[in-house]
């Protein structure tokens, strides 16, 4: 079973920057879509950026397209979440997870990722 863990969180001010990582561990990383999402407190986790299991394809939520880029190291077994222009509004606990399925297949909800890591807490203060 992969196992993943996140790492990169913090505190940041407005406006600042942010690289989070995940690492997988334990299990095939290589063929599958990645994904970050995110959940504020009080609120549902919701999706924020997906990246195919070749790097060629990549997705954003509406909130952070334009700030936020997803990637991947195959060779690393590690995905990456670089944020930019960080707003108050991105204060969450981010966590990475993997497709249920590997290559060709494509998850777009949360019920269709998992494992999932145990989170990064960022926290963006004005």
């Known amino acids: 079973q992969v196992q993943l863990v996140e790492s990169g969180g913090g505190l940041v001010q407005t406006g600042g920057s942010l690289r989070l990582s995940c690492a997988a561990s334990?299990?095939?990383?290589?063929?599958?879509?990645m994904a970050w999402f995110r959940q504020a407190p009080g609120k549902e986790r919701e999706f924020v950026a997906r990246i195919s299991w070749t790097g060629g394809s990549t997705y954003y939520a509406d909130s952070v397209k334009g700030r936020f880029t997803i990637s991947r190291d195959n060779a690393k077994n590690t995905v990456y979440l670089q944020m930019n222009s960080l707003k108050r509004e991105d204060t969450a606990v981010y966590y990475c997870?993997?497709?249920?399925?590997?290559?060709?297949?494509?998850?777009?909800?949360?019920?269709?990722?998992?494992?999932w890591g145990q989170g990064t807490q960022v926290t963006v203060s004005s």
């Open positions: 334990g299990g095939s990383f290589s063929t599958y879509t």
């Open positions: 997870a993997r497709a249920r399925y590997g290559s060709g297949y494509d998850p777009k909800s949360a019920p269709e990722f998992g494992p």
